[in-house]
């Protein structure tokens, strides 16, 4: 349906402008709104397989995949069934519905040491939830987690180390008492050592520590197999939980995501994006012993009115389905390897410098001299500055990518061979260009 004012302003600028207008910034998330990068955002109309379509009927291959939940490209035929027989039946009921049980056998099925699964809508309310029960399971109330690794918009999780190895973290967004986050001790990633020393001094007062085990929110940080089972250890001998917050890597890059890839098993787990196949949901799962202190077994409060939604849950079935298909995995590792191929090569050929990272169908190219980052600070500025310029002259190839340097590309199961050659195509050219006005 066609408003007056819709009718009265045609173009996308003037769209944009209405944006701005009615919402901060004119988008619900702020790194939609392309400030790292050169040029206004494109207003998507639509998505099929491994492309979308803007408002001015442009379409571009998408290496976002909606920050990564599109596993399976947009609009995949199964999903799209299944949302709409379950849209149908009903939107919402605020009682328990047949697909809720449905989805979480299929998680439990993945992570089997986990035994209860409780959903909610987002990342965030999983992460903010698994780090309540954390402190209600253990009685404690201090929470570690490590620089460069996000774990949502939790005021107690949005914090950043100042100087020295631990530091009680400082709100990194105004809006955040520091009273909330005096609790959470931020730590470098990557250095066992300095959790070690935390975890001798203070051991007996940490609720959790929580990470990404792999984590891709500033770059791709590839961390090592021991860093991940030295923290298993010390939460385990000082009796603290470990948090694997694999709201990107769940169902991504194994079926059950990192604890299946490093073999080091979390006491609670976090999922999101992948999970709802594109619609808003989340879950943290565990053991028995710790999930079922949740109300209304246990004393730790959680609820939500629109937890469960059968929408939600149909379209995080079906994709759950259509990843345990035969093949699905090889398929998107060989896909990835060709985009990460390619990329090197376009790299080499450019005379840039940079390095292209690949964790199964997750990539980060990052434009700075030597090995590939393994922590935030190790992450360059002026890498980010080219490839604000790189960005434009992707978009300009049709290709969307992410609209900053610390975001990383996500390839599905509908990107065929054809499109990404066509991608290495764009960035081979882009990078020409953009070696030869630097
Ligand atoms: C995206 C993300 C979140 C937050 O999820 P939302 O659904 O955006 O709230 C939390 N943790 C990690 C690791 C994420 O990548």
């Known amino acids: 349906m066609t408003t007056a004012s819709d009718a009265a302003t045609p173009s996308d600028v003037s769209l944009l402008e209405r944006a701005r207008r009615v919402m901060p910034g004119g988008v619900s998330s702020p790194v939609r709104a392309f400030h790292s990068v050169d040029g206004d955002p494109p207003f998507v109309a ?18 976002v995949c909606s920050w ?7 609009a995949h035929p199964a999903v799209v069934e299944a949302v709409e027989a379950a849209v149908r039946r009903g ?56 620089e460069g690794c996000y774990h949502g918009h939790v005021d107690a999780l949005l914090v950043k180390g100042g100087s020295g190895l631990a530091t009680f973290g400082t709100p990194s967004s105004a ?11 931020v730590l470098p990633l990557g250095d066992l050592g ?9 051991g007996s007062e940490i609720a959790a520590i929580i990470v990404e085990p792999l984590p891709a929110n500033a770059g791709l940080l590839v961390q090592t197999q021991e860093y991940l089972e030295g923290l298993r250890r010390l939460c385990t001998e000082h009796g603290a939980l470990l948090i694997f917050d694999e709201v990107i890597s769940g169902f991504r890059v194994a079926p059950s995501g990192m604890s299946e890839a490093s ?3 979390p006491d609670l787990v976090t999922v999101g994006k992948i999970v709802g196949g594109g619609m808003p949901v989340g879950a943290y799962l565990g053991p028995a012993r710790f999930m079922d202190q949740v109300a209304p077994l246990g004393k730790v409060y959680q609820a939500g009115t629109l937890s469960g939604n059968p929408v939600g849950m149909a379209a995080g079935i079906a994709t759950l389905d259509v990843l345990a298909r035969e093949g699905t995995y090889e398929q998107l590792e060989r896909t990835a390897a060709r985009l990460q191929e390619g990329w090197r090569t376009a790299l080499a050929a450019s005379g840039l410098p940079g390095s292209v990272t690949r964790v199964a169908s997750i990539l980060w190219l990052c434009l700075q001299d030597g090995p590939a980052p393994t922590t935030f600070p190790a992450i360059e500025a002026s890498g980010a500055t080219l490839f604000g310029s790189l960005h434009r002259k992707m978009m300009e190839r049709g290709v969307w990518m992410a609209p900053s340097a610390y975001e990383v590309t996500f390839v599905s199961t509908a990107h065929s061979d054809e499109q990404i050659d066509s991608v290495i195509e764009a960035l081979t050219d882009s990078l020409k260009e953009l070696a030869a006005e630097s």
Do not use: Q
Not at 175 to 185: I, N, Q, R
Not at 194 to 202: C, G, I, N
């Open 46 to 63: 639509s998505g099929k397989g491994a492309t979308i379509t803007d408002r001015k009927g442009r379409t571009y291959i998408d290496l």
């Open 68 to 74: 990564g939940p599109l596993i399976l490209g947009h």
């Open 91 to 146: 939107l919402t009921f605020g009682a328990t519905c047949e697909d809720e049980v449905r989805l979480a056998e299929r998680i439990l099925d993945r992570y089997c040491f986990c035994e209860r699964v409780r959903f909610v809508n987002s990342g965030t309310e999983a992460v903010m939830s698994a780090v309540r029960l954390a402190r209600g399971v253990t009685g404690r109330d201090r929470i570690v987690k490590f």
């Open 175 to 185: 809006g955040v008492p520091a009273d909330f986050t005096k609790l959470t001790d």
């Open 194 to 202: 300095a959790v070690e020393e935390l975890m001798a001094r203070s």
């Open 263 to 265: 073999r080091v098993m």
